[in-house]
């Protein structure tokens, strides 16, 4: 999982399996940072927990969590 990436992923769908996360969806990202090729967000969280957000897989869990923007509060809680 991939939290923040807007328009900058570490790694495409297309590179690796992969789900992102974010505040916004991609059209209300476009409207605030103006920027038209932002990543469509898997799990929409907008202004509620992330945990209860996120749809996890079998095991309930990712096997690795990467924080792509600086304004994540609480990085290593993430």
Not at 14 to 29: I, T, Y
Not at 49 to 58: A, E, I, P, R
Request: hydrophobic share 35%.
């Amino acid at each position: 999982m991939e939290i923040g990436a807007l328009n900058g992923p570490t790694f495409k769908k297309s590179e690796a399996k992969v789900e992102f996360a974010d505040w916004l969806s991609a059209e209300e990202l476009v409207e605030h940072y103006d920027k038209e090729d932002t990543i469509e967000a898997d799990h929409v969280i907008q202004g509620r927990d992330l945990y209860g957000t996120v749809k996890y897989d079998k095991t309930g869990r990712f096997s690795s969590v990467i924080p792509n923007h600086e304004h994540i509060p609480d990085v290593i809680g993430c």
